[in-house]
């Protein structure tokens, strides 16, 4: 009988349900003190501990949201998955070249920047709680920066990069344009009548795609992290893939 292989995000959701994230205590070091290299190796946990939990429950709704075919529901959660994922792979190269360099203090401020970054607040905080330091949040990382290191990680391995043309194609159906509205037009001659659009079952091979890129980079950013536990289980599932698409 034909073996038909489960899809990467299915394996990827299924197990990522049994992951346990245990608590983590922050190291004794004060916000004026110098980051030490426990501390920078706890925040690579806390960051990508708080990864996982987010992730796994955004993909566990995705492929709910799947059962039903609604595709064009599908694309806005899909390119938030696809997000997710440059915004990992970035925090694993910086993470990696900077503690090759022993710059705890650039580490230490890139995850600071991830962890407490707030445009909104930023810009509209103080209109609703006057009290708020508005200037101590940093702005999100924008986008660019993400493509670029997601790129970067394709050019890496050899490959072509896609990103601009992945994350575009999701990026059209998650805005408010035309492209939305084609699936419900049916044109016959010069008359254009509107159904239901085309339902699609399955996640779009770039969500599968970017759920596995995810995956290992939050393995990376773990291992870089000193971390065993979580680490290992990560490593489990990609086996489990392997063997899966083998």
């Not at 034909?2 to 070091?29: F, G």
């Not at 010069?190 to 969500?207: D, T």
Request: aromatic fraction near 10%; charge should be neutral.
């Amino acid at each position: 009988m034909h073996h038909v292989a489960m899809p990467p995000a299915n394996i990827i959701s299924a197990r990522l349900d049994s992951v346990t994230l245990p608590p983590l205590v922050r190291p004794p070091v004060g916000p004026n003190e110098e980051p030490t290299l426990e501390l920078v190796t706890w925040a690579g946990r806390y960051y990508a501990y708080s990864s996982i939990a987010h992730v796994r429950n955004i993909l566990r709704g995705l492929l709910v949201l799947a059962t039903s075919g609604n595709v064009e529901t599908m694309f806005l959660v899909e390119r938030h998955l696809y997000e997710w994922t440059m915004h990992a792979v970035f925090i694993q190269q910086n993470f990696k070249r900077h503690l090759v360099a022993l710059n705890l203090q650039a580490i230490w401020e890139m995850f600071e920047e991830a962890d407490t970054a707030n445009g909104w607040i930023r810009r509209h905080g103080a209109k609703y709680v006057s009290e708020i330091p508005t200037d101590e949040f940093p702005d999100t990382l924008r986008v660019k920066r993400l493509v670029a290191a997601y790129e970067k990680c394709q050019a890496d391995r050899g490959e072509i990069p896609s990103v601009q043309d992945d994350y575009g194609y999701l990026s059209e159906h998650s805005h408010a344009n035309a492209a939305c509205f084609l699936p419900y037009r049916v044109f016959k001659g010069r008359q254009v009548s509107f159904s239901a659009a085309p339902l699609r079952y399955e996640l779009a091979g770039i969500a599968h795609a970017a759920t596995l890129e995810w995956l290992v980079a939050i393995r990376n950013i773990l291992g870089t992290s000193k971390e065993d536990a979580v680490r290992q289980q990560f490593s489990e599932i990609l086996n489990t893939i392997a063997k899966e698409l083998k």
